[in-house]
């Protein structure tokens, strides 16, 4: 059993950064691949980048990849998201998740959820 929480988000203005933070409970955190989707009103629940445990990563387009970094320190149960350039199309609830095996981008192949945590990109 896995259980997730995200941290860090907040109002920031374009340009600007912030790093989420998604603790975990659970044993079996260091074996598991980890990711980080986002969900804006009206909107589907877009991959964002995810992480193995062997620290390969995988990100959701190219811009995104320029600008956002995911990481994880095994040794806390923790992995980060950190977003650098933000814009007002980031603005988004940002889920942590979790599931066995290799990365993949849909959201239904992941078995742990965090609650989300908001992030605001102001003009």
């Known amino acids: 059993q896995v259980q997730l929480t995200e941290s860090g988000g907040g109002l920031v203005q374009a340009g600007g950064s912030l790093r989420l933070s998604c603790a975990a409970s659970?044993?079996?955190?260091?074996?598991?691949?980890m990711g980080w989707f986002r969900q804006a009103p009206g909107k589907e629940r877009e991959f964002v980048a995810a992480?193995?445990?062997?620290?390969?990563?995988?990100y959701g387009a190219d811009s995104v990849e320029g600008r956002f970094t995911i990481s994880r320190d095994n040794a806390k149960n923790t992995v980060y998201l950190q977003m650098n350039s933000l814009k007002p199309e980031d603005t988004a609830v940002y889920y942590c998740?979790?599931?066995?095996?290799?990365?993949?981008?849909?959201?239904?192949?992941?078995?742990?959820w965090g609650q989300g945590t908001q992030v605001t990109v102001s003009s």
């Open positions: 998740a979790g599931k066995r095996g290799a990365i993949t981008t849909k959201w239904g192949d992941y078995d742990y």
């Open positions: 659970g044993r079996t955190f260091s074996t598991y691949t």
């Open positions: 992480i193995r445990w062997s620290g390969s990563a995988a």
